[in-house]
């Protein structure tokens, strides 16, 4: 299984980015999807996560309103929309993928993970 995000870039406050995540070695419509992020110095937390056909959606507190999650299930790829954006967005974003299909909001719910993708809003 790999998970390639792409998408991360330096973006003023209020921009928006879109990242996106392609898997491969997996049967992805099997699989529940999520984003999380990591800031320097903090743990790992829970962005964005939706279900195998995007029936159910989940999103941080801190997100709400602004990120968006969707995937394509043809393409084998999970998106994050994110306007918006705040100095506080400031993180490495990573994709991770469920094999039980379960959606997901703790790290440990995930099995697969990508390398990361960086996010820097600027004030």
């Known amino acids: 299984v790999q998970l390639v995000e792409s998408g991360g870039g330096l973006v003023q406050a209020g921009g928006s980015l879109r990242l996106s995540c392609a898997a491969s070695g997996l049967t992805f419509s099997n699989y529940a999807m999520g984003w999380f992020r990591q800031a320097p110095g903090k743990e790992r937390e829970f962005v964005a996560a939706i279900s195998r056909h995007g029936g159910s959606i989940y999103y941080a507190d801190s997100v709400k309103g602004r990120f968006t999650i969707s995937r394509d299930n043809a393409k084998n790829a999970v998106y994050l929309q994110m306007n918006m954006l705040k100095p506080e967005d400031t993180a490495v974003y990573y994709c991770?993928?469920?094999?039980?299909?379960?959606?997901?909001?703790?790290?440990?719910?995930?099995?697969?993970w990508g390398q990361g993708t960086q996010v820097t809003v600027s004030s």
């Open positions: 991770a993928a469920d094999r039980w299909g379960v959606v997901g909001t703790t790290a440990r719910d995930y099995d697969y």
